[in-house]
């Protein structure tokens, strides 16, 4: 288990505070560059890729940053962190069974008649699959680096994009249809039909699909010197491009 979970936030925290008035900070940093997720790496680093300078070290150095700007960004680094830790799994569970039931109560019941039930089970199943990817990120805290690998990278990637791109459409289209159903009630049945939401899901898909495409391409396991740790960003070859 790594030093995040076997100390947890304050443990990693303290242990760096401690260090930070001499060389053995960087050392720390070193150490636990795998074991630490991206919050806490932060603490290591500033924006020139130089420690930052936190607890008793007052000692100043060109590109050093207010001691009290230092500490409001390691709180900042710390709730972050709790937050992402404990939230997001539930966040994770009661969002996806609440979804599941969403859709099953859509398609099984008397509401799959309605066009505006579809458009509402396609959103809980789009969401559904990014709770997944942001489920699959927070395993990193257990040193379970999935995300990270190639192929997942790129896949996860490509389904975060395409889920984030659907669940803002999927709302766009259904507010659409409530404003038809409200501006024109008697075209309703001739407008809000099953089969045009059906047509419209995919359609939407489709184009989310090609929205997302690119991801696979530009997307891929990277070694962050910042970070000194494998991170799934984008590929240093385009990162380069200049349209010039």
């Given at each position: 288990?790594?030093?995040?979970?076997?100390?947890?936030?304050?443990?990693?925290?303290?242990?760096?505070?401690?260090?930070?008035?001499?060389?053995?900070?960087?050392?720390?940093?070193?150490?636990?560059?795998?074991?630490?997720?991206?919050?806490?790496?932060?603490?290591?680093?500033?924006?020139?890729?130089?420690?930052?300078?936190?607890?008793?070290?007052?000692?100043?150095?060109?590109?050093?940053?207010?001691?009290?700007?230092?500490?409001?960004?390691?709180?900042?680094?710390?709730?972050?962190?709790?937050?992402?830790?404990?939230?997001?799994p539930?966040?994770?569970?009661?969002?996806?069974?609440?979804?599941?039931?969403s859709?099953?109560?859509?398609?099984?019941?008397?509401?799959k008649?309605?066009s505006?039930?579809?458009?509402?089970?396609?959103?809980?199943?789009?969401?559904?699959?990014?709770?997944?990817?942001?489920?699959?990120?927070?395993?990193?805290?257990?040193?379970?680096?999935?995300?990270?690998?190639?192929?997942?990278?790129?896949?996860?990637?490509?389904?975060?994009?395409?889920?984030?791109?659907?669940?803002?459409?999927?709302?766009?289209?259904?507010?659409?249809?409530?404003?038809?159903?409200?501006?024109?009630?008697?075209?309703?049945?001739?407008?809000?039909?099953?089969?045009?939401?059906?047509?419209?899901?995919?359609?939407?898909?489709?184009?989310?699909?090609?929205?997302?495409?690119?991801?696979?391409?530009?997307?891929?396991?990277?070694?962050?010197?910042?970070?000194?740790?494998?991170?799934?960003?984008?590929?240093?070859?385009?990162k380069?491009?200049?349209?010039?």
């Open positions: 288990m790594d030093a995040f979970v076997t100390d947890g936030f304050a443990g990693v925290y303290d242990r760096f505070v401690r260090n930070s008035s001499s060389s053995s900070s960087s050392e720390f940093c070193d150490d636990n560059a795998e074991s630490l997720n991206e919050y806490s790496l932060k603490l290591c680093t500033d924006s020139d890729d130089r420690l930052l300078r936190v607890g008793s070290n007052n000692e100043s150095y060109p590109g050093s940053i207010p001691d009290q700007m230092s500490t409001s960004m390691e709180w900042a680094y710390m709730v972050a962190d709790f937050l992402t830790f404990y939230y997001t539930i966040l994770v569970i009661v969002g996806s069974i609440g979804n599941i039931l859709a099953l109560v859509f398609f099984n019941t008397k509401l008649k309605l505006s039930s579809y458009y509402l089970a396609a959103l809980g199943i789009s969401d559904t699959c990014f709770l997944i990817g942001l489920f699959i990120t927070w395993l990193s805290f257990f040193g379970i680096h999935i995300y990270t690998r190639e192929v997942f990278c790129q896949l996860f990637t490509f389904s975060s994009g395409l889920s984030s791109f659907l669940s803002v459409w999927y709302v766009v289209a259904f507010t659409f249809e409530r404003f038809i159903v409200v501006l024109y009630p008697l075209k309703r049945q001739s407008w809000c039909t099953v089969r045009r939401a059906k047509l419209v899901i995919v359609a939407l898909t489709v184009l989310g699909a090609l929205h997302s495409a690119p991801y696979i391409v530009f997307a891929g396991p990277q070694f962050s010197e910042r970070s000194n740790a494998t991170i799934c960003d984008v590929r240093e070859e385009y380069e491009f200049n349209c010039e």
